[in-house]
C-alpha cells in the first residue's frame, strides 16, 4: 500500500490585487505533517501552482495510485466561480479553484476537477482538505475593519480577474460542488474549512500566517492525537467559528468512511 499527498498553496495572485499570505505556510505545514506520517508528497507553490501544473499533479497523483492506496489532496488558496456551461449545477454556477495564473489562464473549474478523480482505480482511498471557499456575492466581504494582516476571505470575486465584458450575473454559489469528485459510497472523504455561506479566513498566529482551518487541523491532530476523521473534526469545531474567525469547519463521507482511522 502507497501514501501518495499533493500540497498546493498560493498567496500570489498577479493581476488580481487580492494576494493572500497564509497559503504557503499551509502547504508547506500539510507536506511536512503528511511526509511525517510515510506519505510521498508533492508541493505546488505560488508561481508553480499554475493552472496547468495543477492539472499535471492530480492527474499524476491519481493516475499512480492503485487499490489499497491512500491519496490526499490539500489546497490552500482562494476559490471562486464562474457561469455553468453544462447545466449541471442547480445555481447556474461552476465553483472553482483560482491557480496562480488564473488572471490569464482562467479557473480550474469542479467539472475538470471531477473528471480527474473520477479516473482513479477502484479502491483507492481519497481525502480532500480544502482551505477555501468558493461562496459569496460577487464583491469581496468587507474587512475594512480588521486590522493590517488580519483575517482576509480567501475568496476571488469574479471580477477580481475576468474581464468586464464577460462577468456572470451575481447568484448564490454552493461551496462544496468542488468536491463532487469525491464518491458517495466507500472511503472518500472531504475536510472543509467552511459552511457553503462562509467564507475560510485567510489569517496569522505569533506573528506566523496560515489558514485559520489548517491552523487548527494540525494543532488539534498533533496535540489532541484523534483516532479518526470524526473525532478530528469535532477537535477543530472546539476553536471554529469564533466571532473573529467565523467559519464553521465541515466534514463529508459516508459514516464508514467518516469513522476510519486518520491518515492511515
Not at 498546493?8 to 499551509?26: A, E, F, M, Q
Not at 466534514?251 to 486518520?262: E, H, L, S, V, Y
Request: net charge negative; proline share 5%; aromatic share 8%.
Amino acid at each position: 500500500m502507497t501514501r501518495r499527498a499533493l500540497c498546493i498553496g498560493i498567496n500570489d495572485y498577479p493581476g488580481t490585487g487580492s494576494d493572500l499570505s497564509g497559503c504557503v505556510n499551509d502547504a508547506r505545514d500539510w507536506a511536512s505533517e503528511l511526509y511525517s506520517r510515510g506519505f510521498e508528497v508533492d508541493s505546488l507553490i505560488d508561481a508553480q501552482a499554475t493552472r496547468a501544473a495543477m492539472t499535471s499533479a492530480i492527474h499524476t497523483l491519481i493516475s499512480n495510485a492503485q487499490r489499497g492506496d491512500t491519496v490526499v489532496f490539500t489546497y490552500s488558496g482562494h476559490g471562486t466561480w464562474v457561469v455553468d456551461q453544462d447545466g449541471d449545477e442547480v445555481d447556474g454556477r461552476d465553483e472553482a479553484l483560482c491557480p496562480h495564473d488564473i488572471s490569464t489562464r482562467g479557473a480550474l473549474i469542479d467539472d475538470e476537477i471531477r473528471q480527474l478523480f473520477d479516473r482513479r482505480s477502484p479502491g483507492v482511498r481519497l481525502l480532500l482538505i480544502s482551505d477555501s471557499c468558493h461562496s459569496g456575492s460577487v464583491t469581496r466581504g468587507d474587512d475594512s475593519a480588521l486590522d493590517p494582516g488580519g483575517p482576509r476571505a480567501r475568496f476571488l470575486p469574479p471580477e477580481a480577474w475576468m474581464k468586464t465584458d464577460e462577468l456572470p450575473a451575481a447568484a448564490r454559489a454552493s461551496t462544496l460542488a468542488v468536491i463532487s469528485g469525491i464518491r458517495r459510497t466507500g472511503s472518500d472523504l472531504l475536510l472543509a474549512g467552511c459552511r457553503d455561506q462562509e467564507y475560510s479566513w485567510d489569517t496569522s498566529f505569533a506573528g506566523r500566517p496560515n489558514g485559520a482551518f489548517t491552523f487548527y487541523a494540525l494543532k488539534t491532530l498533533r496535540e489532541k492525537k484523534p483516532s479518526t476523521y470524526e473525532q478530528w473534526h469535532a477537535e477543530i469545531r472546539k476553536y471554529l467559528p469564533t466571532n473573529r474567525l467565523p467559519q464553521e469547519p465541515q466534514i463529508f463521507g459516508t459514516r464508514t468512511a467518516r469513522k476510519m482511522r486518520i491518515l492511515d
